[in-house]
């Protein structure tokens, strides 16, 4: 099985479609996504009023760093860190 992270055009859509009141499997189904990628995208990357695209993509593109045996640490530079504090409050 193939993963591939979701798109930011994909977040968007899943923003717009949850505002229109789809269902997390109608989106799914819609994105040709599994449910549970979906579900795990809001759960993941809500912010107090609800999920925002804006804010969850920044964090996905976060450098990783694998080391022998670990399970990976991600490096984030100050002005990343920055905005995402203040941002996902």
């Known amino acids: 099985m193939?993963?591939?992270q979701l798109t930011q055009e994909e977040r968007y859509q899943?923003?717009?479609l949850k505002k229109?009141?789809?269902?997390?499997?109608?989106i799914a189904e819609?994105?040709?996504r599994d449910k549970s990628t979906v579900s795990r995208e809001l759960h993941r990357n809500r912010a107090l009023r609800g999920y925002r695209p804006w804010l969850a993509h920044p964090v996905t593109q976060c450098h990783f760093c694998r080391h022998t045996g670990?399970?990976?640490i991600r490096h984030l530079t100050a002005a990343s860190c920055g905005f995402l504090n203040?941002?996902?409050n």
């Open 2 to 4: 193939n993963y591939t």
């Open 14 to 16: 899943i923003f717009i």
């Open 20 to 26: 229109a009141e789809y269902s997390q499997a109608q």
């Open 30 to 32: 819609l994105l040709e």
């Open 70 to 72: 670990g399970a990976g």
């Open 86 to 88: 203040t941002g996902m």
